[in-house]
C-alpha cells in the first residue's frame, strides 16, 4: 500500500496568492511520485487547488442553524477525500471531546471520506506514564461505534507538535504498537510531531503507514522532500 503524507497547514498562509503557490508548487513537486500526498488548507482555501484534498476539521451535522460551520457534505463537493478530526490543537483551545470526536468520525465516515483521528499524550502525562492509559481512552471513547476499517489514525505526541522535538523512532514504533493492539492490525497510523524532510524515512521504514506534517508543510521545497521519502 502506498504511504500517506498529509499536510496540515493548520492556520496558514494568510493570502490567497500565497496559498495558491504554495498549492501549486507541492502539486506539481509530488505529482508523479508513488506516494497518497493529501493537502489539508484552511476551509477558505479548499477551492484553490487541485490534488488530493483534506480538511482540517468538519462539524457531524449536515446543515441547519449551525453559525459558523462547515459540514462534510460541503467538503466533499470541494473535492475532499479525508478529513482531519480530533487535532491537539482543537482539543486544547477549542475544548473538543472524546464525544464530539466520536460524533465527527461517524458524519465523515457517513459521507463517505476518511477521518485521520489524532490521538497522543501531553508531556505530563508521559512524565507520568500515563501515555497508554492515555490512547485508550481517545481511542476507546472516540472510536466507539467505528468502523476501524476505514480510518486512519495519527499518533501526535502533543509535546512533539510544532517543539522541533520530534519523537525518536523506537518510542513512536512502540506506541505504533501499542495503537494496533488496541485498534486492529490492518487499521493504518501516521506520525506526526515535528516531522521534517531528515526524519521522515526513519518513521516510514519503522513501518508508520505515513506523516501527518504541520510546519514543514508550509515550505513546498521541505514537503516535497519529506514525500520522497515514502516512495
Ligand atoms: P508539526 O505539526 O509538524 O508542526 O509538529 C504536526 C501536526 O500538528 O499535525
Redesign the pocket.
Known amino acids: 500500500m502506498k504511504k500517506i503524507i498529509v499536510a ?1 497547514w ?1 492556520c496558514n498562509p494568510v493570502t490567497r496568492s500565497e496559498a495558491e503557490e504554495l498549492f501549486d508548487s507541492v502539486s506539481k513537486g509530488v505529482k508523479d511520485m508513488e506516494v497518497e500526498t493529501v493537502i489539508c488548507p484552511p476551509f477558505v482555501f479548499l477551492g484553490l487547488g487541485s490534488g488530493i484534498l483534506g480538511a482540517q476539521d468538519s462539524f457531524y451535522e449536515e446543515k441547519g442553524a449551525y453559525t459558523g460551520e462547515v459540514s462534510v457534505t460541503m467538503l466533499k463537493e470541494l473535492g475532499c477525500q479525508y478529513v482531519i478530526v480530533g ?3 482543537r482539543r486544547k483551545y477549542f475544548n473538543e471531546t472524546d464525544e464530539l470526536v466520536n460524533k465527527k468520525i461517524k458524519a465523515i465516515l457517513g459521507a463517505g471520506l476518511t477521518p485521520i483521528v ?1 490521538i497522543g499524550e501531553t508531556e505530563e502525562e508521559r512524565e507520568n506514564n500515563k501515555t497508554e492509559e492515555i490512547l485508550e481512552k481517545e481511542i476507546k471513547d472516540g472510536l466507539e461505534g467505528v468502523n476501524l476499517s476505514k480510518i486512519i489514525i ?1 499518533y ?1 505526541p502533543i509535546w ?4 522541533g522535538n520530534a519523537c525518536d523512532v523506537e518510542e513512536a514504533q512502540r506506541m505504533r504498537e501499542v495503537i494496533q493492539k488496541m485498534t486492529s492490525k490492518e487499521i493504518r497510523i501516521l506520525y ?4 521534517n524532510a531528515s526524519n521522515a524515512k526513519g518513521y516510514l521504514d519503522a513501518g508508520f503507514d505515513g506523516l ?6 508550509l515550505k513546498a521545497s521541505e514537503f516535497i522532500k519529506i514525500v520522497e521519502q515514502g516512495i
Open positions: 496540515n493548520k487535532h491537539s490543537e489524532c495519527a501526535e512533539a507538535i510544532g517543539t506526526g510531531g515535528s516531522a501527518l506534517v504541520g510546519g514543514a508543510s
